[in-house]
């Protein structure tokens, strides 16, 4: 699917972006020179916040990124700063030309000097202008150079501002091959770039201002189009509210299956999350010797008990499970299910077989960590939502947990495909990600440490769910839970603090999250 929701801001790629650059210059007649003048004046302006006094280096590659460090140099000696603008090559290399080598000779004072590593440590601060957005992989030679010299000087304490992403850092997915730029802020141009809002290049980003430089809004290329953005709070306008004369049949049923012996309050929190979401029905089923701790714990939560084997979903339950699913509109399958061969047996064929729209979280996921089960999941004919941390997408793929650190929109990517599912990959970057090539991605802001707590994740997966029984559209109820979640971790960390934070506190703070704007 291609084309974003107006409450995902999009934040284009590197191909993207130079499609616009291309199409504002060559179709719309806007020079070249024009745009890389506003890029140098918001990154200046930037640079001139953040390190408001002494002496600035101002680091420059030789292509446009160079470019928009030597207007910033221009405009920051215009304004009686001291700027040492030192250049990867010399002025005169071949690889300097077109705008960047106009604007290198029109900087006042001192022309660039070659790149000088051991100047960089007794400065107020730096300006990381080397490489530009259509940098990835592995760096070399003088580019390493500086990268290694500007990340030492980060960690002595000095404010490197970047100019429109670190330098490291791939734009388009925030992958980090090796060394990289780790900075206090970033002036990105046009719009945001979706390696600045994913880890681990989101951890390098610092505060991010997007410049805007004057591509038009209008008739922009089909190929200028993005596939990822910022999820907004415009996407809590997508979902039904409750009318006065609605029943609770009206506001959609949530299944939740899970729970086993010790691991009881998963699927509480599920169940909880989701009527607190909204859902007007929310059943449980648990395995039958541990149903009285949920007739006791929930009361407005029915539960129904199903064959086990110690305190573990049995095989044998499964005929009981799918007749249940004819009563409900949305299925969430996992929390708290346990890692018994019973279980995980019982919560494949019940994942595979469920005829109604499904969230796999936890032991769920755990289930079908197996080599075809991903696959397994595509035949599905009702939509499939998957939502792994980091170490249960690493065990659904078959890859290390850093493998997917290292490269987390790449692997929810893949694991969306294998499955024909939207993943929702989680952390501080969450990802939600359609299946394929160019499927649409929300990406959330996060900063909601409060989240960082056990029993969080099921909130959530009762959130979506809920959202699902309502009869929103798959990937907007999974954006849309992912928001609503967030909001509401960072209600819970302004009112009791993020280390007191507990997963009952955000199921709590969940309606006036939806409330908030």
């Not at 006094?53 to 910033?72: E, L, S």
């Not at 969430?332 to 279980?343: D, Q």
């Not at 793929?397 to 692997?411: H, K, T, Y």
Request: hydrophobic share 45%; proline share 6%.
């Amino acid at each position: 699917m291609t084309g974003l929701p107006a409450w995902l801001e999009p934040l284009p790629d590197a191909q993207s972006q130079r499609a616009l650059d291309a199409w504002a210059i060559e179709q719309r007649r806007i020079p070249g020179l024009e745009l890389m003048e506003r890029a140098g004046r918001g990154l200046a302006e930037l640079v001139a916040q953040h390190v408001p006094q002494g002496v600035i280096v101002v680091v420059c590659g030789r292509g446009n990124n160079g470019g928009d460090g030597f207007v910033a140099a221009r405009l920051l000696r215009e304004m009686g700063r001291e700027v040492d603008v030192q250049l990867l090559g010399t002025a005169g290399s071949p690889e300097l030309a077109g705008d960047a080598r106009a604007h290198c000779e029109r900087l006042p004072g001192s022309p660039p000097r070659p790149f000088n590593p051991g100047s960089l440590m007794e400065v107020a601060g730096i300006v990381d202008a080397v490489l530009g957005t259509g940098s990835h992989g592995v760096l070399r030679g003088e580019a390493l150079d500086a990268v290694e010299t500007m990340a030492a000087a980060a960690e002595r304490g000095i404010p490197v501002v970047a100019c429109d992403v670190p330098s490291g850092v791939d734009a388009s997915t925030g992958e980090v091959a090796g060394p990289a730029v780790r900075a206090v802020a970033t002036a990105t141009f046009h719009a945001g770039k979706p390696g600045l809002w994913i880890l681990p290049g989101k951890q390098h980003a610092g505060e991010i201002t997007v410049v805007e430089i004057g591509i038009p809004a209008d008739g922009r290329p089909a190929d200028g189009s993005a596939s990822v953005g910022l999820i907004g709070d415009g996407v809590f306008g997508e979902l039904p509210e409750r009318g006065a004369e609605a029943t609770k049949f009206d506001g959609g049923s949530v299944l939740v299956c899970g729970g086993s012996l010790g691991l009881t309050g998963a699927p509480s929190m599920a169940a909880e999350g989701a009527a607190r979401a909204g859902a007007g029905y929310v059943t449980v089923l648990v395995p039958a010797s541990l149903n009285l701790v949920f007739e006791l714990r929930d009361a407005e939560v029915m539960s129904v008990p199903l064959a086990d084997e110690s305190g573990a979903f049995v095989p044998e339950a499964l005929n009981e499970a799918l007749v249940r699913c004819d009563r409900a509109d949305a299925l969430v399958l996992g929390p708290g299910l346990g890692r018994s061969e019973s279980a995980a047996t019982f919560a494949r064929e019940m994942a595979l077989h469920a005829p109604l729209p499904l969230l796999l979280d936890a032991d769920g996921l755990n289930a079908n960590a197996t080599e075809t089960a991903l696959e397994r999941l595509a035949g599905r004919t009702a939509s499939t939502i998957l939502t792994p941390h980091g170490g249960e997408l690493a065990r659904l793929l078959g890859v290390s947990s850093d493998a997917v650190r290292a490269a987390r929109l790449a692997s929810a990517r893949e694991a969306a495909r294998r499955a024909g599912a939207i993943v929702v990959l989680k952390g501080d970057d969450t990802l939600v990600v359609e299946p394929g090539e160019r499927g649409r991605v929300g990406v959330s802001r996060g900063d909601a440490p409060a989240l960082a707590t056990a029993g969080t994740g099921d909130v959530l997966s009762g959130v979506i769910g809920a959202l699902l029984a309502r009869g929103v559209e798959p990937f907007t109820a999974a954006c849309a839970g992912v928001e609503l979640h967030r909001r509401a971790g960072r209600l819970v960390g302004a009112r009791v603090g993020v280390e007191g934070a507990l997963a009952r506190d955000v199921i709590a703070a969940l309606p006036d999250a939806r409330r908030e704007r």
